[in-house]
């Protein structure tokens, strides 16, 4: 069965820490996709990554990076130099190539909060 | 662009009242999904559109859950006499052909009381 795990519920940082939220995901299927959203206050899920189970380049987009990795199933997100407005929620989903409408399935969330 | 918008913001109703929620997707996405997002369930599926295919509704929790798309664009989310743990954030999300990145609108907060 297929499931995301993200074990952490809470983090608390001050500005400028460096931060990992990790994700651990579960499949059977050999073709599948793998995303980060975020959840500011205002509520709206916001995409920042999507990654296909073929490309495990890690990736680097600002103070974003991810690093992928099949042998441990694991999708880990950093966000180097932390800021307050990186504080919200984040999620972690899956979705399988073989799954009717490719629908995502979430992890809990990580709950972000960087002080000043 | 503009991006997924949902009506109502934010609905209070009574126990026993039906309500619709509104998508309005991307323009040119084709495929549209729902999802609940609760405190105690987190984010769950509910029902995907793709096109003018039959939608997949294994992720509806009971019959009162219904959903329809109109014309390929608009589609509204019925729920028949709400129950309170019916309240939740519906959110909706819009992609181009699957399995291409959901985009999701702001989500209309239900309250059942």
């Known amino acids: 069965a297929q499931k995301v795990t993200q074990a952490q519920t809470e983090i608390s940082v001050v500005e400028k820490e460096d931060v990992t939220l990790d994700c651990v995901y579960e499949?059977?299927?050999?073709?599948?996709?793998l995303f980060w959203y975020k959840q500011p206050p205002s509520g709206e899920l916001v995409f920042l990554i999507r990654?296909?189970?073929?490309?495990?380049q890690n990736e680097i987009s600002g103070r974003y990076s991810w690093n992928f990795q099949k042998s441990t199933s694991s999708f880990n997100f950093t966000i180097t130099a932390s800021q307050v407005v990186d504080s919200a929620v984040y999620f972690c989903?899956?979705?399988?190539?073989?799954?009717?409408?490719?629908?995502?399935?979430f992890g809990k969330g990580t709950t972000l909060s960087v002080s000043s | 662009g503009a991006g997924v918008s949902q009506s109502p913001s934010n609905k209070v109703t009574e126990k026993g009242k039906d309500v619709e929620l509104r998508c309005d997707p991307i323009?040119?996405?084709?495929?549209l999904y729902w999802y609940r997002q609760s405190l105690g369930q987190g984010l769950e599926f509910l029902i995907y559109?793709?096109?003018?295919?039959?939608?997949?509704k294994s992720g509806l929790p009971s019959d009162r859950f219904s959903a329809e798309r109109t014309g390929g664009s608009v589609s509204t989310l019925t729920i028949q006499r709400t129950q309170q743990e019916d309240s939740a954030v519906y959110l909706c999300?819009?992609?181009?052909?699957?399995?291409?990145?959901?985009?999701f609108g702001p989500g209309t907060r239900l309250l059942v009381l």
């Open positions: 323009s040119g996405h084709t495929a």
């Open positions: 499949t059977r299927d050999t073709t599948y996709y």
């Open positions: 559109f793709q096109g003018n295919s039959a939608p997949d």
């Open positions: 990654r296909n189970s073929f490309d495990e």
């Open positions: 989903a899956l979705s399988e190539a073989n799954q009717a409408g490719t629908a995502l399935i």
């Open positions: 999300a819009s992609s181009a052909i699957p399995p291409e990145t959901q985009y």
